[in-house]
């Protein structure tokens, strides 16, 4: 494995065989620029604001209110005025104008059709969940319907299954529209890593399997989906959190005040209205000293203390550092 500074591995960075060189948003003075993996600016700060890549494009707004997505050089490659702006996923983004959704592509040309009240959701296929007349259905990127508009709710594929609501019960379809799943929860999650957590009642959850049967008991308050092999779960209204493992036995005790799903290694935690990351030994890797904590991204952490921003690595190590942190 070939090295690069700060323990980041070249392994990390390959996409498709090609490096990726990560970029990371950062406010300074009022204005939005992006550092790389080692704190030096990359863009330097210049936007009114931004959001951050994703898909290797990102919405900003300059100090002349143009609006628009620029590309990893610096260059607006699309320029659009609208009334909200989505970051790019699997080649679209939603963008909304005089109350209609529409999908764009990296080009900034419309593929969506101005005929859906809403768009919902992108899938990696690139099929588009959309809502007619108060109905949700699916269209590829040519507009034709795959799943006409017929369920309350339809949500996007995960793991080759939807969730679907009709008449108040919950169940899966495939990307056909054909059902996997009946419908006869009260509500389901996605499915990640081969669960989904569900309930029967809406009070007491448990994890199924792709053909709707419980492989964990609903007997839980509150559930977390899989992620890398652990779930957060809660027994009871108020009580702490814990992770369970894929036999439903307890690997991480309930001592949490909130969880999130694992990532990298790490799932965010909080002690006392503060956030930090543990292990998946339930080990304290990052103190829980800040005031919001955003989950790993391509190796570091977006946290809070006190109102500033800054990044940090997955040994806790500061990459930029929020003025005024004298902790550590």
Known sequence: ??????????????????????????????????????GSYIIEPQYKDAYDFSDGLAWVRTSEGKKGYINKDNNMIIE????????????????SKNGIDYCIDKYGEVVTLPLYNKIHGINADQTIVVEVDGKMGLINNINEYIIRPEWDYLGEISEGLATVRKDGKVGFINYMGTIAIEPVFHSASPFSEGLAVATLDGEHYGF???TGAFVIEPKYYQLKPFSEGLAGFRLKSGGKWGYLDFLGEVAIKPKFQSVEPFKGGLAEVDIKDRSGFIDHGGKNIIQCVFSTVKSFQDGLAFVNYNGEWGYLDKRGRWIFKPRGFDLW
Do not use: C, Q, W
Request: hydrophobic content about 40%; proline content about 2%.
């Open 1 to 38: 494995m070939i090295g690069l500074r700060n323990g980041i591995k070249i392994e990390d960075l390959l996409t498709n065989n090609k490096v990726v060189i990560p970029m990371y948003r950062m406010k300074v003075d009022n204005k939005y620029g992006f550092i790389d993996r080692i």
């Open 80 to 95: 659009e005025e609208a009334d909200f702006y989505g970051d790019f996923h699997n080649g679209l983004a939603r963008i």
């Open 208 to 210: 199924i399997d792709s």
